[in-house]
Each structure stands twice: as C-alpha cells, then as structure tokens.
T-cell receptor
Framework: DAGITQSPRHKVTETGTPVTLRCHQTENHRYMYWYRQDPGHGLRLIHYSYGVKDTDKGEVSDGYSVSRSKTEDFLLTLESATSSQTSVYFC???????????FGDGTRLSIL | GEDVEQSLFLSVREGDSSVINCTYTDSSSTYLYWYKQEPGAGLQLLTYIFSNMDMKQDQRLTVLLNKKDKHLSLRIADTQTGDSAIYFCAESRGSGGSYIPTFGRGTSLIVHP
C-alpha cells in the first residue's frame, strides 16, 4: 500500500472554528490532492499540488486553503468551518502524470 | 465538458459474474482506472488500462475498453461477498502538467449469498 497517512481520522468541531487536516506521504511523490466525498456528489477536487509551494484550485475550493512547504506534507485548512463542510476528506498522491492516484484512508469531519 | 457516467447500483448472487459499466466523453482520454471503496475506507486502485489496449485481465478481473463507443467495463468473475463495495471508474489524459482525473459517481455492488 502507498505510504499515505491522514490525520486526524475523525474530528468534530463547531461552526466558525479553524480546522487543519494533514496528509503525509512517504513515497516522495510530486503530486498531491485533496478531495471531499459526499453522498450524491461522488469525489470532488478541492485543491491540488504539483510541487513544493506549487498549488492550484479545484472545483470546490471556496472556503479552503492549502499549503505544501515540503514534499511529504500537504495541509488543508478550513479558515472558518461551516456545516456545509461536513464531509469525508481524502488525500491522494501520484508519482507522475501517467501513473494512477493512490488514496489515503480519509478524515471524517463533522461541523456542528 | 468531460464526464464519466456509471449506473448507481448492481446486485448479483454470490458465484455469478458482475459487470460494471462506465461511459466517458473525452475522446482524448489516455488512461482509464477502476477503484474499489469499502465502507469507511479510501479508494483502492484495482486496475487500469491504457487507451491503446482493448482488454486487460488480472485474476478474477477483466477490463474491456471500447474506444469507439467510449465504454469501459469491469467484469468480476465468481463474485464473492467480499467484493461488495463501491466501484469508481476514472479517466485521465496523459498530457503532463497537473493531471486532473475525472471520476464517475461510483457503482454500489451488492453481493447476495
């Protein structure tokens, strides 16, 4: 299995609080992605990174920011969490453009 | 724009074959993938096929690609209860750069004893 660790695995927090999710990889892959998965919507891309300090927005980036200061870590931050951001968040990594993505086990985030 | 379509549900009896279908719209798709997601887990890569191939077989799994019709299928032989999961089809274009694959919404496979 690809060396991807997401933390925390579960989190419950209140509306308006900041939340940071971490994705850590041991594969030294260049590309990293954050998705959210919701019933009826499948997987939706939030942000992605194509190198250290190189990031770009996905289709549902509003309310989220990311940072990648080193190859192995990709952080997703909800600056002020809202109930609509309750979801399961997945991190994925990819070695090269012609390689498949590999996914972490997910973070279940509940915002009350 | 690009789109990947899958049926939402498939129910089969244990021991039968399962066929999960996927259609995509981007004719420049280069790689097509199948992922499996079990409850509470992430997506696990099952297999993938390059667009210059028609078929790929890996143990109980057979992937068929019809480029003309933009149709991809995953056949699971001798389906077991442990195969019950959500199966996602995904496509990508091997154009370098950031590479953003497009996923279908997933097909829930239910295997009855």
């Amino acid at each position: 299995d690809a060396g991807i660790t997401q933390s925390p695995r579960h989190k419950v927090t209140e509306t308006g609080t900041p939340v940071t999710l971490r994705c850590h990889q041991t594969e030294n892959h260049r590309y990293m992605y954050w998705y959210r998965q919701d019933p009826g919507h499948g997987l939706r891309l939030i942000h992605y990174s194509y190198g250290v300090k190189d990031t770009d927005k996905g289709e549902v980036s509003d309310g989220y920011s990311v940072s990648r200061s080193k190859t192995e870590d990709f952080l997703l931050t909800l600056e002020s969490a809202t109930s609509s951001q309750t979801s399961v968040y997945f991190c994925a990594i990819r070695e090269g453009y012609n390689q498949p993505q590999h996914f972490g086990d997910g973070t279940r985030l509940s915002i009350l | 724009g690009e789109d990947v379509e899958q049926s939402l549900f498939l129910s089969v009896r244990e021991g039968d074959s399962s066929v999960i279908n996927c259609t995509y719209t981007d004719s420049s798709s280069t790689y097509l993938y199948w992922y499996k997601q079990e409850p509470g887990a992430g997506l696990q890569l099952l297999t993938y096929i390059f667009s210059n191939m028609d078929m790929k077989q890996d143990q109980r799994l057979t992937v068929l690609l019809n480029k003309k019709d933009k149709h991809l299928s995953l056949r699971i032989a001798d389906t077991q209860t442990g195969d019950s999961a959500i199966y996602f089809c995904a496509e990508s274009r091997g154009s370098g750069g950031s590479y953003i694959p497009t996923f279908g919404r997933g097909t829930s496979l239910i295997v009855h004893p």
